[in-house]
T-cell receptor, first 113, second 112 residues
Framework: DSGVTQTPKHLITATGQRVTLRCSPRSGDLSVYWYQQSLDQGLQFLIQYYNGEERAKGNILERFSAQQFPDLHSELNLSSLELGDSALYFC????????????FGEGSRLTVL | GENVEQHPSTLSVQEGDSAVIKCTYSDSASNYFPWYKQELGKRPQLIIDIRSNVGEKKDQRIAVTLNKTAKHFSLHITETQPEDSAVYFCAASSPGGDKIIFGKGTRLHILP
């Protein structure tokens, strides 16, 4: 158990819909990262937050948004969903020190029909 | 921005033999290079990492080498075992660690 909690574990929805994925980082971790993993694809970096503030953006679509709340949990919002958005979405957290180790949650598997 | 290339995409080795996975990165300012292992249906987990101030690091059967001049780093697994079968990801991190970019992964098969 990494200590990172993601909900829901599985989500099935239709095209055009909107969903919210939630992540609770490890106790004490200030940084939260979101990654998208499609079938046979690597880990695509989406966005990173540190202590409530956006720190870095990757290949995140404009239809997607995220935020980190004062209690440090984070939410990834995906809207106007398309079939190609079907993927496993990972949240990871880190202490924000020089170790750099990311602790991944179990992921949220999104299926868009 | 940072780009990380990883090769090969698939690797099959006989149990007991060695496996080598190679990565190159584009941002010369990158200073932290972790390797993650993802077993089927599981989350990625860190197995070893190296910082730019060292050229090699070893942990039992796993070693990582870094060539900053050439901007490439490699994972070496010796005496491979069935439980080494997984997808391995290399990554590179810019100073401050605010963007950790992963390669596309290598699927390692250990053959009996």
């Amino acid at each position: 158990d990494s200590g990172v909690t993601q909900t829901p574990k599985h989500l099935i929805t239709a095209t055009g819909q909107r969903v919210t994925l939630r992540c609770s980082p490890r106790s004490g971790d200030l940084s939260v990262y979101w990654y998208q993993q499609s079938l046979d694809q690597g880990l695509q970096f989406l966005i990173q937050y540190y202590n409530g503030e956006e720190r870095a953006k990757g290949n995140i679509l404009e239809r997607f948004s995220a935020q980190q709340f004062p209690d440090l949990h984070s939410e990834l919002n995906l809207s106007s969903l398309e079939l190609g958005d079907s993927a496993l979405y990972f949240c990871a957290s880190s202490v924000w020190d020089n170790t750099g180790e990311l602790f991944f949650g179990e992921g949220s598997r999104l299926t868009v029909l | 921005g940072e780009n990380v290339e990883q090769h090969p995409s698939t690797l099959s080795v006989q149990e007991g033999d060695s496996a080598v996975i190679k990565c190159t990165y584009s941002d010369s300012a990158s200073n932290y290079f972790p390797w993650y292992k993802q077993e089927l249906g599981k989350r990625p987990q860190l197995i070893i990492d190296i910082r730019s101030n060292v050229g090699e690091k070893k942990d039992q059967r796993i070693a990582v080498t870094l060539n900053k001049t050439a901007k490439h780093f490699s994972l070496h697994i010796t005496e491979t075992q069935p439980e080494d079968s997984a997808v391995y990801f290399c990554a590179a991190s810019s100073p401050g660690g605010d963007k950790i970019i992963f390669g596309k992964g290598t699927r390692l098969h250990i053959l009996p």
